[in-house]
C-alpha cells in the first residue's frame, strides 16, 4: 500500500536534502571543534575538567547528530530519485 506524501511533507523533503552538505559540514566542525578543545583542555595542565569534559561530550554528541541528518537526507534523495524514476 503505498501512500502519497502531503504537501508539507514534500517541502520538508526537499528542505532536507537541499540541506545534506550542510549537515555533513557542521558534523566534520563538530568533531574538529570537539577534538580540538579536548586536546587543548588535556595539554592546559589544570586538574578539574569535569565541566569540559561535558562540553566536549555535547559538542561531540551533535556531531554525531548532524551525521545522522546526512544519512537521513541521502536516504530521503535516494527513495525520491527511486520514486521518480518509477
Given at each position: 500500500m503505498?501512500?502519497?506524501?502531503?504537501?508539507?511533507?514534500?517541502?520538508?523533503?526537499?528542505?532536507?536534502?537541499?540541506?545534506?552538505?550542510?549537515?555533513?559540514?557542521?558534523?566534520?566542525?563538530?568533531?574538529v571543534?570537539?577534538?580540538?578543545?579536548?586536546?587543548?583542555?588535556s595539554?592546559?595542565?589544570?586538574?578539574?575538567?569535569?565541566l569540559?569534559?561535558?562540553?566536549?561530550?555535547?559538542?561531540?554528541?551533535?556531531?554525531?547528530?548532524?551525521?545522522r541528518?546526512?544519512?537521513?537526507?541521502?536516504?530521503?534523495?535516494?527513495l525520491?530519485?527511486?520514486k521518480?524514476?518509477?
Amino acid at each position: 500500500m503505498k501512500q502519497r506524501l502531503l504537501d508539507g511533507e514534500e517541502v520538508f523533503v526537499e528542505r532536507c536534502i537541499r540541506r545534506q552538505s550542510v549537515f555533513l559540514i557542521l558534523s566534520a566542525i563538530g568533531v574538529v571543534v570537539g577534538l580540538g578543545l579536548a586536546i587543548w583542555w588535556s595539554v592546559d595542565g589544570k586538574t578539574g575538567h569535569a565541566l569540559e569534559f561535558v562540553v566536549v561530550i555535547l559538542i561531540l554528541l551533535n556531531a554525531r547528530n548532524q551525521l545522522r541528518q546526512w544519512r537521513y537526507a541521502k536516504a530521503l534523495e535516494r527513495l525520491i530519485a527511486e520514486k521518480n524514476k518509477a
